[in-house]
């Protein structure tokens, strides 16, 4: 067979924009590709939501790739071993409920469970505004692409619809800080986004499960980004609460809209 080159660059740009397209509109867009995002995707796709991640860097995968100071390792405790179990994650135990995974291995094994559950994942894509209608409820995101905001081009950008969006943009909580900054009056959770607290594992962890939640109308927060909203402790290398949070979005928002 011989290969032209066009016809691989027609391909590539027909398939992509017809998806592109295609995810104008969707149930629920997740900021940011993180460990969080990606449990959260599976089990929304999985549930017939159509369902998109906007991640601005190349890679997807969060903080979770490098493990701990790039020892390719992660820790997951007791409560969200079943996690790992469900997207088919290798683990030992450690010593009594500390369980120790491969980071390389866990980050491809989440990836590929969202993807082929239906998610689809837009990488180099920056999220830069919202969309809030009169009834003060985010309808939607703006993006552009990464390289734009890198370069500071002066490029407009565009719009997507959303019944939810979820912010799992980590410490940074872009999508409530870019909310709480743009809209007069509006309060994330009881306090705003107050920012993370100094790195406490066992209490950063338990926090999580009550700190994801919906904190302004549509708008819900998973993983570090919760946290970080809500001004509890960061967690370093353990990664249950992430694995736990994601779930337990999806499950918010499945009960929601299903």
Same mark, same amino acid.
């Given at each position: 067979m011989k290969l032209d080159e066009v016809t691989i660059s027609r391909a590539i740009? &027909? /398939?992509?924009?017809?998806?592109?397209? &295609?995810y104008t509109e969707v149930d629920v867009a997740l900021v940011g590709?993180?460990? *969080?995002n990606l449990v959260a *995707?599976?089990?929304? *796709? /999985?549930a017939g939501l159509k369902t998109v991640i906007y991640e601005k860097k190349l890679s997807v995968g969060g903080g979770m790739w490098a493990g701990g100071m790039?020892?390719?390792?992660?820790v997951v405790q007791e409560e969200a071993r079943h996690i790992l179990d469900d997207f088919g994650i290798d683990y030992h135990e450690y010593e009594e409920g500390y369980y120790i995974a491969n980071s390389v /291995?866990?980050?491809g094994k989440l990836i590929s469970a969202a993807t082929s559950a239906g998610t689809e994942i837009f990488n180099l894509v920056n999220v830069e505004d919202v969309m809030i209608r009169d009834n003060d409820e985010v309808c939607g995101l703006v993006i552009n692409w990464t390289a734009v905001e890198i370069g500071r081009l002066h490029v407009d950008p565009l719009a997507i619809r959303a019944k939810v969006v979820v912010d799992g943009t980590g410490h940074e909580a872009a999508v409530c800080n870019t909310v709480?900054?743009?809209v007069p009056g509006a309060k994330l959770g009881e306090l705003g986004v107050v920012g993370e607290k100094p790195m406490w594992a066992d209490v950063?962890?338990?926090m999580l499960v009550e700190t994801t939640r919906e904190v302004y109308p549509n708008l819900y927060v998973d993983?570090? *980004?919760a946290n970080a909203v809500a001004g509890a402790p960061r967690m370093g290398p353990v990664f249950g609460g992430m694995l736990i949070s994601g779930k337990q979005v999806a499950d918010l928002i499945i009960e929601r809209l299903k």
């Open positions: 740009i &027909d /398939e992509f924009s017809k998806v592109f397209l &295609d590709g993180g460990p *969080a *995707a599976k089990y929304l *796709a /999985e790039m020892f390719p390792r992660i /291995e866990s980050v709480q900054r743009k950063g962890e338990r993983g570090m *980004a």
